[in-house]
């Protein structure tokens, strides 16, 4: 069993940066082995991807066309931590964010942490 717990919500204003963690922890020898990602729900709306990595020592990233260019995931193998850097924020970012960590069989998520962004 693997536990992920996020940190890093908040409320900002349009234009201002947060970074989400995510810290893994339990039954997993290394963070890198998982396909990770960071998703995202807003009021009344489904929950959609908004940037993964790749399980593997390289890393491809992948991202939501809306956050191109503004988010970047990243991963600390050591640290068993995933992160999400958040620039240049706007309103429609204001969701419930979750982190994600998948292998074969094997799907965890966390509680999720809430970024809200408002003048």
């Known amino acids: 069993q693997v536990q992920l717990v996020e940190s890093g919500g908040g409320l900002v204003q349009p234009g201002e940066s947060l970074r989400l963690s995510c810290a893994a922890s339990?039954?997993?020898?290394?963070?890198?082995?998982?396909?990770t990602g960071w998703y995202r729900q807003a009021l009344e709306k489904d929950r959609e991807l908004v940037a993964r990595m790749s399980g593997s020592c390289v890393g491809a990233t992948h991202y939501d066309q809306s956050v191109e260019g503004r988010f970047t995931i990243s991963r600390d193998d050591a640290r068993k931590e995933v992160y999400l850097q958040m620039n240049d924020l706007n309103p429609e970012d204001t969701a419930f964010y979750y982190c994600y960590a998948g292998r074969l069989q094997f799907h965890y998520w966390g509680q999720g942490t809430q970024v809200n962004v408002s003048s």
């Open positions: 339990g039954n997993l020898v290394s963070i890198s082995i998982y396909h």
